[in-house]
Structures are given as C-alpha cells and as structure tokens.
C-alpha cells in the first residue's frame, strides 16, 4: 500500500491506473479502496476479481438460493441494527461518529467506479454479477435499508464489496473453470459481453 501512496505523491492519482488478475485484481482492490479513503481516485481495473461467497452452483435450486441468500440479507440487515440499538444503548455519541464515519467512506467509495471484468463461469468472481444485480433490486424495492445491508458499519467492512462498478460479463461460452478464469479471455478478438453502470 505504501508504493501505491507514494507513486500518487509523485505522479499524481490522475496518472496512475491499478490492474490486477485474480488474487492481483484483490490486492489492487484493497490498494483502490485505501486511496479512495484519502481522497485519491486511481482508475482501476479488476479481472476476474475474488467474490467472497456461497457458488451458486453449490445450490442448483433458484428458489433455495435466492431464499437462502434473502435470509441472509435479513439477518445483516437486524444483526446491524441490533448492534446500532445496543451502541446507543452504551454510547450514543461513539454511535454517531461511528455512522458518520461509515456514510463517509461509503460516499467516498461511491464516487470511485472501478472497472470488474467477471465471467459467469468462473466461481471465484461470478459473486459479482449477483451481488450488483440483487443490490439494484434493492436499491428499487427497499432504498431504505439497500445500502444498510451492503455496509453495515465501518469495522466489519468487507473488502470485496462495492457500491458502485462499471461491471463487464463475459457472455461467450467457456467450456472449464481454466479458461472461465484465465486472463486471455479478455482480449480475445470475438469476445462477447456485455457492461453495466453500478451506482
């Protein structure tokens, strides 16, 4: 994180992009986000970028997976609650802060749009592709609590998640997890994809 800082002091954030691959693509996440959090936005580009979750093909069942996935925004969503009362309940002014301070990184990360290349049929990335969907649906239905379940609070801020992307899906057809996860297929010449404006 330090180079990264450094290069910006000497070139300046507008003159520096950050790319990763896989595990690459996580480290210049955390990398982006940091700067962000000191007001620097470096354009960034993600490939094939690690989604921490449950695969969906674990879960063949839609219904299952989607019932599964909605208890589990629930239990986010009354588990930060339950946790704001008892802070309140404790210390009403650290509770403000801390609000304060999750709705200013949470505004700050708004205004940085990385760039995601996700293929469907790579397990450890595809979480994206459902986690921007289910967040616009959200965001549609129940603007009230769609940002509260992303981002619950400051301290347990997970790495991976993003409240706004700029998400490009692989649509041509991979046929193994290699070629689903590789970097080439980026740049082949028939790619086939589309991309989508999170916000």
């Given at each position: 994180?330090?180079?990264?800082?450094?290069?910006?002091?000497?070139?300046?954030?507008?003159?520096?992009?950050?790319?990763?691959?896989?595990?690459?693509?996580?480290?210049?996440?955390?990398?982006?986000?940091?700067?962000?959090?000191?007001?620097?936005?470096?354009?960034?580009?993600?490939?094939?970028?690690?989604?921490?979750?449950?695969?969906?093909?674990?879960?063949?069942?839609?219904?299952?997976?989607?019932?599964?996935?909605?208890?589990?925004?629930?239990?986010?969503?009354?588990?930060?609650?339950?946790?704001?009362?008892?802070?309140?309940?404790?210390?009403k002014q650290f509770d403000q802060v801390t609000n304060q301070v999750t709705?200013?990184?949470?505004?700050?990360?708004?205004?940085?749009?990385?760039?995601?290349?996700?293929?469907p049929g790579d397990h450890i990335c595809s979480g994206y592709i459902r986690?921007?969907?289910?967040?616009?649906?959200?965001?549609?239905?129940?603007?009230?609590?769609?940002?509260?379940?992303?981002?619950?609070?400051?301290?347990?801020?997970?790495?991976?998640l993003l409240p706004s992307a700029c998400l490009t899906i692989n649509l041509?057809?991979?046929?193994?997890?290699?070629?689903?996860?590789?970097?080439?297929?980026?740049?082949?010449?028939?790619?086939?994809?589309?991309?989508?404006?999170?916000?």
């Amino acid at each position: 994180m330090q180079a990264v800082q450094n290069m910006v002091a000497l070139a300046g954030a507008s003159n520096i992009w950050l790319t990763g691959h896989s595990l690459g693509s996580a480290i210049a996440l955390l990398a982006g986000k940091n700067m962000v959090k000191m007001h620097s936005y470096i354009e960034t580009y993600l490939f094939n970028p690690p989604f921490l979750s449950v695969p969906k093909e674990i879960i063949p069942n839609e219904g299952l997976w989607q019932g599964i996935h909605l208890a589990s925004t629930v239990i986010r969503v009354g588990l930060a609650r339950a946790k704001s009362l008892y802070q309140i309940r404790r210390a009403k002014q650290f509770d403000q802060v801390t609000n304060q301070v999750t709705n200013q990184v949470t505004a700050l990360l708004s205004l940085w749009v990385p760039y995601l290349f996700v293929n469907p049929g790579d397990h450890i990335c595809s979480g994206y592709i459902r986690y921007f969907e289910q967040r616009k649906s959200m965001q549609e239905r129940l603007p009230e609590i769609s940002s509260e379940s992303s981002f619950p609070n400051a301290d347990s801020e997970s790495l991976h998640l993003l409240p706004s992307a700029c998400l490009t899906i692989n649509l041509g057809y991979t046929p193994h997890f290699k070629r689903a996860h590789g970097i080439h297929q980026w740049w082949d010449p028939n790619f086939d994809g589309r991309s989508e404006h999170y916000r």
